[in-house]
């Protein structure tokens, strides 16, 4: 950014006071905004958490099983008949 698309300093000394309770207003809506974008992002992360470990659980499981399953191991070939 180059000091021409900057903001003026403002010097606050010459700031009225129903201009300085306005900053002080302002300032406390951000900080809540901010706890609340937080809080939000933590219910998020954990809610991610929570699914991917779901999702990691059904899946070692079907891998599991599958190993597991031998109805396959004696199976025969059925013979063949020959003419």
């Known amino acids: 950014m180059s000091d021409s698309e900057?903001?003026?300093k403002i010097d606050p000394t010459k700031l009225?006071?129903?201009e300085i309770d306005l900053i002080k207003i302002v300032e406390?809506?951000?900080?809540e905004r901010v706890r609340q974008l937080k809080a939000l992002r933590?219910?998020?992360l954990l809610t991610v958490g929570l699914?991917?470990?779901a999702v990691l659980g059904i899946y070692g499981y079907s891998i599991?099983?599958?190993r597991q399953e031998s109805f396959l191991?004696?199976?025969e070939i059925p013979a063949t008949t020959t003419e």
Not at 28 to 31: F, G, I, K
């Open 6 to 8: 900057r903001m003026p």
């Open 16 to 18: 009225k006071q129903s």
């Open 28 to 31: 406390r809506q951000n900080l």
């Open 42 to 44: 933590r219910r998020n």
């Open 51 to 53: 699914l991917g470990t």
């Open 64 to 66: 599991y099983s599958v």
């Open 73 to 75: 191991d004696d199976f």
